[in-house]
C-alpha cells in the first residue's frame, strides 16, 4: 500500500519560530512536491524536487525553504514563520515529472501561526 | 478518521468514450468537496459541490454530490488525448481543514 506520510496533521507555531514540516514517501519516487492550500485560491506548488539535494521553485516559494538530503524525504522549512503563513500544507510524490503520472497525496498538515 | 476514498485508482480508455470518477468521504462538519484537474505540477481547481443534486457543469465535465450516501461523480463525456490526467478530489470540513483522495489516474488513447 504506497504511502507518504507528512509528520504532523496540526502545528500551531508562534510568528517568528523556524518551522519543519516533513515528508516521507516509501515508494521510491523521484518527485516530491509541497502545495499550500487556502481557501478560494485552490493548491499552489512552493517547491519541487526531482532528485536528492535537488530543488526547484514552484509558483509562491517566497518565505519558504526545502530540503532533500534523501530520497524518501522532503522538507519544508519556513525559516521565520508569519501569519500569513497560517495554511494546509500538502506533500505529494510521483514516479516521473511527465504530465499524467501517478501522484500521490499526504493527507496534509494544518500550521497555524500565531 | 477523516478520509477521503477515490476510485477507481487508475483507469484507461480510448477517446471518445465516457468515464465516471468516484469520489466517497467521511468528515466531521463537512463543508464542501472539490475537485482538481493535475497535469503537471499544481492541480488545477475543476468544481466546488457544497449542495446535494445540484449538477456543475464545465464543458464536457460534469459533477454532482450525494450529501446522504456522502459521495460525489465526476463524468466527463467524449474524453479526449488532453483529459489524461490525474482527477483529485477534496473535502473542507471542519475549521478550515482539507482532506484528499489519492487521485485517479486517467489516460486515455487515442
Known amino acids: 500500500d504506497v504511502k507518504v506520510t507528512q509528520s504532523s496533521r496540526y502545528l500551531v507555531k508562534r510568528t517568528g519560530e523556524k518551522v519543519f514540516l516533513e515528508c516521507v514517501q516509501d515508494m521510491d519516487h523521484e518527485n516530491m512536491f509541497w502545495y499550500r492550500q487556502d481557501p478560494g485560491l485552490g493548491l499552489r506548488l512552493i517547491y519541487f524536487?526531482?532528485?536528492?539535494?535537488?530543488?526547484e521553485k514552484g509558483d509562491i516559494p517566497e518565505g519558504y525553504s526545502v530540503s532533500r538530503e534523501k530520497k524518501e524525504r522532503f522538507s519544508l522549512i519556513l525559516e521565520s514563520a508569519s501569519t500569513n503563513q497560517t495554511s494546509m500544507y500538502l506533500c505529494a510524490s510521483s514516479q516521473a515529472k511527465a504530465p499524467s503520472t501517478e501522484a500521490f497525496f499526504g493527507q496534509g498538515t494544518r500550521l497555524t501561526v500565531v | 478518521e477523516d478520509k477521503v476514498v477515490q476510485s477507481p485508482l487508475s483507469l484507461v480508455v480510448h477517446e471518445g468514450d465516457t468515464v465516471t470518477l468516484n469520489c466517497s468521504y467521511e468528515?466531521?462538519?463537512?463543508?464542501?468537496l472539490l475537485w482538481y484537474k493535475q497535469e503537471k505540477k499544481a492541480p488545477t481547481f475543476l468544481f466546488m459541490l457544497t449542495s446535494s443534486g445540484i449538477e456543475k457543469k464545465s464543458g464536457r465535465l460534469s459533477s454532482i454530490l450525494d450529501k446522504k450516501e456522502l459521495f460525489s461523480i465526476l463524468n466527463i463525456t467524449a474524453t479526449q488525448t488532453g483529459d489524461s490526467a490525474i482527477y483529485l478530489c477534496a473535502v473542507e470540513a471542519g475549521a478550515n481543514n482539507l482532506f484528499f483522495g489519492t487521485g485517479t489516474r486517467l489516460t486515455v488513447i487515442p
Open positions: 524536487s526531482y532528485d536528492v539535494k535537488m530543488k
Open positions: 468528515v466531521t462538519n463537512f463543508r464542501s
